[in-house]
């Protein structure tokens, strides 16, 4: 199985084409792009509404449980018998994926800004708005992009199943691989979304120790 992937990798066609690795790569980039791009137009204005405001916690954490513990793959499937084969049905699956770590992330980064250091604020005459411009989400940042990076890397995993209903992506590796039970191709597509999953975690956890508070205090 390893050396029918390290075949599979050492042939030039499988390089090039509208099936190649690159255009694979870049269909399953695309897919959990657009995914977490709409998981944040949803989550973040709810995230930091619920965190300066305290109203609706208990529906945040409800929520977020009911979201996480949605089965993915049943949950795509359902969406194409109601809405028929395309993107939609696997992406509406990926954004569900997506949502509850950014709301989380968003929530708990507002929400555990200082009290002291946002009434500071108010007593020279911020309003809301730039209090939440200004102080919260620069604060907030490192949880912020905590949840951004936990979203990121469950929708890179999970874009797979993209492929479940005749899409592109790195899931068609594993799916057609199974079809002709070529296990070596299965083994291809595991490796190629590990591998994206680790590059993508690594840039991200860099990106989250540069806006620690230590580092920006340091910095300033």
Same mark, same amino acid.
């Given at each position: 199985?390893?050396?029918?992937?390290?075949?599979?990798?050492?042939?030039?066609?499988?390089?090039?084409?509208?099936?190649?690795?690159?255009?694979?790569?870049?269909?399953? @980039?695309?897919?959990?792009?657009?995914?977490?791009?709409?998981?944040?137009?949803?989550?973040?204005?709810?995230?930091?509404?619920? &965190?300066?405001?305290?109203?609706?916690?208990?529906?945040?954490?409800?929520?977020?449980?009911?979201?996480?513990?949605?089965?993915?793959?049943?949950?795509?499937?359902?969406?194409?018998?109601?809405?028929?084969? &395309?993107?939609?049905?696997?992406?509406?699956?990926?954004?569900?994926?997506?949502? $509850? $770590?950014?709301?989380?992330?968003?929530?708990?980064?507002?929400?555990?800004?200082?009290?002291?250091?946002?009434?500071?604020?108010?007593?020279? &005459?911020?309003?809301?708005?730039?209090?939440?411009?200004?102080?919260?989400?620069?604060?907030?940042?490192?949880?912020?992009?905590?949840?951004?990076?936990?979203?990121?890397?469950?929708?890179?995993?999970?874009?797979?199943?993209?492929?479940?209903?005749?899409?592109?992506?790195?899931?068609?590796?594993?799916?057609?691989? @199974?079809?002709?039970?070529?296990?070596?191709?299965?083994?291809?597509?595991?490796?190629?979304?590990? &591998?994206?999953?680790?590059?993508?975690?690594?840039?991200?956890?860099?990106?989250?120790?540069?806006?620690?508070?230590?580092?920006?205090?340091?910095?300033?």
């Amino acid at each position: 199985m390893i050396n029918d992937m390290l075949s599979y990798f050492a042939d030039a066609a499988n390089w090039a084409g509208d099936t190649g690795i690159p255009a694979r790569l870049g269909e399953h @980039l695309w897919y959990s792009f657009l995914a977490v791009v709409a998981a944040l137009i949803i989550a973040f204005p709810l995230g930091v509404f619920i &965190g300066h405001t305290g109203v609706g916690k208990v529906f945040l954490v409800s929520a977020s449980n009911v979201l996480r513990a949605l089965p993915s793959l049943g949950i795509m499937t359902l969406l194409v018998l109601l809405m028929g084969i &395309g993107l939609l049905p696997p992406l509406a699956a990926l954004v569900l994926i997506a949502i $509850p $770590p950014i709301l989380a992330g968003v929530y708990a980064g507002v929400a555990n800004v200082d009290p002291e250091v946002v009434d500071a604020a108010r007593a020279i &005459g911020m309003k809301d708005s730039r209090i939440i411009l200004q102080v919260e989400l620069p604060l907030a940042l490192p949880l912020i992009l905590g949840g951004l990076r936990g979203a990121i890397l469950q929708v890179i995993a999970t874009a797979t199943i993209a492929a479940y209903v005749n899409l592109g992506g790195l899931g068609r590796y594993i799916f057609d691989g @199974l079809a002709v039970y070529d296990y070596g191709q299965v083994l291809v597509g595991a490796v190629l979304v590990t &591998g994206l999953a680790l590059v993508l975690d690594g840039l991200l956890a860099v990106l989250v120790k540069v806006f620690s508070p230590a580092r920006l205090a340091i910095a300033r």
